[in-house]
């Protein structure tokens, strides 16, 4: 049995390749500018509650783009679609780093750059993602998935080390800078492929424009359980249990270090996820994919749960260094749970939903697994108003525990999900 990471896809089909490698570059940049973006916004504002609304201004344009992009990736040439969208990414990470060498003091222009880039990465992941069933065979899409987290997690770990390190030398316009400079990976990446039209359908079919074709992508949502569930797990896990906007905060009060703890912090996440995807070369064999993405979210809540417990007992039961030791282990334990639910989620969708609808059903998984995220830190941000960052995170976990396994129990059929013989 092999245990190590697969890299079949990266190996026998170079397009692949190239679009992997396009992006995970981009990937960097753009963890280079979520970082100074929450930084950026803290330094102006000193509210974690600030913060948490960069996940309100990104939610928004995420739910819109995601959901009509989808349209277009079913109806155009995904490369053209996924080329087009990426551009737009491009131009506001140039805008961040121009507003950065001219000393911005406005927050609503952070808030106006992070919707703008939203709206294009709506667009681009599921274009791209839409891609991958076209140019790999199906039983080569749980190794390409587990690829693409390895590289996301990479990004994770090396764009906010890298970031908290430029930051501390040269300021916000440096980090912003090199994203810019690194998005043109993902432009390269698109650029190599050939077209990539749509997939024809029945003789007498037209394919739905507009909100007619985003509704068919929610009918077929509302007739199949087992993917439907793949996004109700994910935002069970995202709005109770969204620990990215304190980390500010941990920085800045509980755990000491600034800049450096909170890149330590996102660095610990995906380290998590990279050391389980380094040995997901059993993920493979896995029949009951639901069962694993249950047990996975339980993994996350816990997780986060610890980290609150750490920055409690910074507050004079243990010493800063020993409870960043902590708080940095209970992070990379819900990276490693949450690449696991990832690779799972991503490989049920994919193997279940034909190819006509793929554009608009990624189109809502981005919507999920972007903008989920977004508003759990808009209610992470509201809730530390009320409770603090460390009970923030300790009850939200254990809030994230109790009803994933409630859903568990609720919706058999998809715990019960068998990958060789799957039921949508």
């Known amino acids: 049995m092999a245990v190590l990471l697969d890299v079949t896809p990266l190996r026998e089909h170079p397009a692949y390749l190239r679009l992997y490698a396009g992006f995970s570059l981009s990937n960097i940049g753009t963890q280079l500018s979520n970082v100074a973006?929450?930084?950026?916004?803290?330094?102006?504002?000193?509210?974690?509650?600030?913060?948490?609304?960069?996940?309100?201004?990104?939610?928004?344009?995420?739910?819109?783009?995601?959901?009509y992009?989808?349209?277009?990736?079913?109806?155009?040439?995904?490369?053209?679609?996924?080329?087009?969208?990426?551009?737009?990414?491009l131009v506001a990470s140039a805008t961040a780093a121009l507003q950065a060498w001219f000393g911005n003091g406005h927050v609503w222009l952070l808030f106006l750059i992070v919707a703008v880039w939203n709206g294009g990465f709506a667009v681009t992941n599921p274009a791209r993602s839409a891609i991958y069933p076209r140019i790999l065979p199906r039983e080569q899409l749980p190794a390409a998935n587990a690829l693409a987290v390895f590289a996301m997690n990479s990004s994770l770990t090396f764009g906010p080390l890298l970031a908290g390190f430029l930051i501390e030398l040269w300021g916000?316009?440096?980090?912003?800078?090199?994203?810019?400079?690194?998005?043109?990976?993902?432009?390269?990446?698109?650029?190599?492929?050939?077209?990539?039209?749509?997939?024809?359908?029945?003789?007498?079919?037209?394919?739905?424009?507009g909100l007619r074709a985003v509704w068919d992508g929610f009918a077929f949502l509302?007739?199949?359980?087992?993917?439907?569930?793949?996004?109700?797990?994910?935002?069970?896990?995202?709005?109770?249990?969204?620990?990215?906007?304190?980390?500010?905060?941990?920085?800045?009060?509980?755990?000491?270090?600034?800049?450096?703890?909170?890149?330590?912090?996102?660095a610990a996440t995906a380290i998590g996820g990279i050391v389980a995807m380094v040995f997901s070369g059993p993920l493979g064999l896995i029949r009951?994919?639901?069962?694993?993405?249950?047990?996975?979210?339980?993994?996350?809540?816990?997780?986060?749960?610890?980290?609150?417990?750490?920055?409690?007992l910074s507050q004079g039961h243990l010493s800063?260094?020993?409870?960043?030791?902590?708080?940095?282990?209970?992070?990379?334990g819900a990276g490693a749970a949450d690449s696991v639910s990832a690779v799972f989620r991503q490989t049920i969708l994919q193997s279940a939903t034909p190819d006509h609808l793929r554009g608009r059903l990624q189109g809502v998984f981005v919507v999920v697994v972007a903008g989920g995220p977004r508003l759990g830190d808009a209610v992470?941000?509201?809730?530390?108003?009320?409770?603090?960052?460390?009970?923030?995170?300790?009850?939200?976990?254990?809030?994230?525990?109790?009803?994933?396994?409630?859903?568990?129990?609720?919706?058999?059929?998809?715990?019960?999900?068998?990958?060789?013989?799957?039921t949508p």
């Open 288 to 312: 009951r994919q639901g069962l694993a993405i249950v047990v996975s979210i339980v993994g996350w809540g816990l997780g986060v749960s610890v980290f609150g417990v750490a920055l409690l």
């Open 37 to 67: 973006i929450g930084l950026q916004v803290y330094a102006i504002t000193r509210s974690t509650a600030a913060v948490g609304l960069v996940g309100l201004f990104a939610l928004v344009p995420l739910v819109v783009m995601g959901l």
């Open 222 to 266: 509302g007739t199949r359980p087992n993917v439907r569930m793949t996004f109700v797990a994910d935002i069970v896990a995202m709005l109770t249990a969204a620990p990215r906007v304190l980390f500010p905060a941990a920085g800045a009060i509980f755990l000491g270090g600034g800049a450096r703890t909170v890149g330590f912090l996102y």
């Open 380 to 422: 992470a941000g509201w809730a530390t108003e009320h409770l603090h960052e460390d009970w923030t995170a300790i009850v939200g976990g254990v809030l994230c525990v109790v009803v994933i396994v409630l859903l568990g129990v609720f919706q058999r059929t998809f715990v019960r999900y068998d990958a060789m013989h799957p």
């Open 172 to 209: 916000f316009r440096s980090a912003y800078t090199v994203d810019a400079v690194l998005t043109l990976g993902a432009i390269a990446g698109l650029t190599s492929l050939g077209p990539i039209p749509p997939e024809p359908i029945a003789d007498g079919e037209e394919r739905p424009r």
């Open 320 to 332: 800063q260094d020993a409870a960043l030791a902590l708080g940095l282990a209970a992070m990379f």
């Open 69 to 89: 992009g989808g349209t277009l990736i079913d109806r155009h040439d995904r490369r053209f679609v996924a080329l087009v969208a990426q551009c737009v990414t």
